[in-house]
């Protein structure tokens, strides 16, 4: 008798041992995977508008720790990143100085969600040698000054650009011949700043502070427009990432405010 009931007790102990042990294979297999196990590996083509730069090279690094995917980063003026986006190069997600090229995306039919990321304000941005000449934007027009203003496929270029028309500076800026540089990106107008290569320019704030570039002015929203900076995840590239990038430079927000922009408010 005590030997069946020592039979049937280790009949029920197995019993037990192996259906706790499938159920928690079961799990086990069952259970979501981290996020470094789903994007391990991928590669997430990101396009940059160039003031972005700093910020978004802190974003990259925190994205790569949490999620084990690679960036392959294009810092670049919005308008020329936009007409290569355009024109089918590979991108998955493309941060713009200009809303002005989300929009478009969404009219070429290749967003697949935009988002309004940061907004920033345009500033007169001096040199050593110039600060003593450039007080104020209506001192880009004294003899001798020499102005630099981005070029128009970069937005700050084209916000500098409206500002000067209607302020009623810029017809009397390029016939004084104080006109001098048109570069592509507003990082680089802040290097030819830091260099002494010019005595003033127009940036944003955002780079004034990043490249540690002094300014004497800033210009009104109603002479530049609203500034926004946005984000597009771009149709039919890898949508999933882009998402995961995208939340994590929202979880992050206080990295660009650190270098001068304000979130915007959603």
């Known amino acids: 008798m005590k030997r069946k009931i020592w039979v049937l007790l280790i009949f ?3 019993m037990f041992f192996n259906f706790g ?3 928690a294979y079961k799990d086990l297999k069952g259970a979501p995977k981290s996020e ?4 391990k590996g991928q590669k997430l083509k990101l396009y940059v508008a160039a003031g972005l730069k700093k910020p978004m090279d802190e ?10 995917a690679k960036v392959v980063p294009n810092y670049g003026p919005s308008g020329g990143l936009y007409t290569q986006i355009k024109m089918g190069q590979p991108c998955d997600i493309f941060f713009s100085a200009d809303w002005l090229y989300i929009e478009k995306l969404k009219e070429d039919g290749k967003l697949a969600e935009g988002q309004k990321f940061v907004q920033d304000i345009l500033v007169l941005a001096v040199s050593q040698t110039g600060k003593n000449k450039v007080k104020s934007v209506k001192d880009l027009i004294k003899p001798g000054v020499v102005v630099g203003v981005a070029d128009t496929r970069a937005p700050v270029g084209v916000y500098s650009e409206r500002a000067l028309k209607r302020m009623n500076i810029w017809d009397k800026l390029v016939s004084s011949g104080n006109l001098r540089a048109r ?3 507003v990082n680089q107008l802040a290097i030819m700043l830091q260099k002494n290569e010019l005595d003033a320019g127009l940036i944003y704030s955002s780079v004034a502070k990043a490249f540690n570039v002094e300014y004497v002015e800033e210009i009104p929203q109603k002479f530049t427009g609203e500034i926004i900076f946005g984000a597009a995840i771009i149709k039919g590239g890898n949508e999933k990432l882009a998402k995961e990038f995208l939340n994590i430079a929202n979880d992050n927000i206080n990295i660009f405010e650190k270098y001068g922009w304000r979130a915007v408010k959603k």
């Open 36 to 39: 470094s196990a789903v994007f």
């Open 21 to 23: 042990y499938v159920y």
């Open 12 to 14: 029920v102990l197995l």
């Open 183 to 185: 570069p592509a990106t």
């Open 59 to 68: 974003i990259i690094a925190i994205f790569e720790k949490k999620t084990g």
